[in-house]
């Protein structure tokens, strides 16, 4: 269950960015300045030093003309505290991602023995609980007109392009569950039905999936841009989480853009 929180994924991604920060901030001090910077208050202004080390007493004086070389000494000092603050940070999250089993909650109820489990309602979810929850919620596909051509997907889906056919034989591929035109609202009021709404299952969040497969027709174009311009008006819909495929009768929808963007969003 929490393996796949959100809250989990920002955690570790926080500690690569503190790794990042400490080998900058150790590339840099690498570079500076031998010595450290004393700092002293005489006629109502700041005067610099440079001490080389502990016994230099006082220290050098720092001219005025030369006060480039006392910040580069401060920033040096900044630069050491802020690393070993990062450095404690660093400590306590490898502490806890150390220490912190994510199915720790969720084998409570799995170890249960069944007669118990029959009578307990479990507080979460295992994935294809999840999965089947999500994959069950009721609604109404749009339908299709008489003369519409007829394109089905390797699970007997009826869509509405060979394009279509494309992106979900490709994420039934990748195990990705998915909803055909599921709707898209703003409060109560439907303002869309994207080609696909897909779940990414360890992050546990919905993604939806418009293929723009008409671009060379102006319509067709000016249609869809109203209605990506309402979407990104939708106070319920985060545009973040809207996945786009192009095409045109001169550039047809590439395989490879498909399988990238499921390795971004849905995996």
Same mark, same amino acid.
């Given at each position: 269950m929490y393996e796949s929180a959100p809250w989990l994924t920002d955690l570790k991604q926080l500690e690569k960015e503190?790794?990042?920060?400490?080998?900058?901030?150790?590339?840099?001090?690498?570079?500076?300045?031998?010595?450290?910077?004393?700092?002293?208050?005489?006629?109502?202004?700041?005067?610099?030093?440079?001490r080389h080390d502990s016994s230099?007493?006082?220290?050098?004086?720092?001219?005025?003309?030369n006060k480039s070389f006392a910040a580069r000494l401060a920033q040096k000092d900044y630069d050491a505290r802020l690393l070993d603050a990062l450095k404690?940070?660093?400590?306590?999250?490898?502490?806890? !991602?150390? /220490?912190? &089993?994510?199915?720790?909650?969720?084998?409570?109820?799995?170890?249960?023995? @069944?007669a118990r489990q029959a009578l307990v309602t479990p507080e979460f979810l295992s994935d294809e609980e999840y999965i089947e929850q999500w994959m069950n919620e009721p609604y109404e596909r749009l339908g299709f007109k008489k003369d519409e051509p007829e394109?089905?997907?390797?699970?007997?889906?009826?869509v509405r392009s060979k394009s279509e056919i494309l992106i979900a034989d490709a994420l039934l591929r990748n195990n990705i569950p998915y909803r055909l035109e599921f709707p898209v609202f703003d409060g109560k009021i439907i303002i869309g039905a994207p080609d696909f709404k897909c779940l990414n299952v360890r992050l546990r969040k919905d993604?939806?999936?418009?293929?723009?497969?008409? !671009?060379? /027709?102006? &319509?067709y174009t000016n249609r869809n841009v109203k209605k990506?311009?309402?979407? @990104?008006?939708?106070?319920?819909?985060?545009?973040?989480?809207?996945?786009?495929?192009?095409?045109?009768?001169?550039?047809?929808?590439?395989?490879?853009?498909?399988?990238?963007?499921?390795?971004?969003?849905?995996?």
């Open positions: 503190i790794e990042k920060q400490i080998k900058r901030l150790n590339e840099r001090i690498k570079k500076a300045p031998e010595g450290s910077l004393r700092i002293s208050r005489k006629w109502n202004k700041n005067q610099y030093y440079h230099n007493g006082p220290g050098i004086y720092i001219t005025h003309q404690s940070q660093k400590k306590i999250i490898d502490q806890f !991602l150390k /220490d912190f &089993d994510p199915d720790a909650a969720q084998q409570v109820f799995t170890h249960l023995t @069944a394109f089905y997907t390797a699970k007997g889906e009826r993604y939806y999936w418009e293929h723009l497969g008409k !671009l060379g /027709d102006e &319509d990506l311009e309402q979407y @990104a008006r939708a106070d319920d819909f985060d545009e973040t989480r809207l996945i786009l495929t192009f095409e045109t009768d001169k550039h047809p929808l590439n395989t490879k853009v498909i399988e990238a963007k499921i390795r971004r969003f849905l995996i």
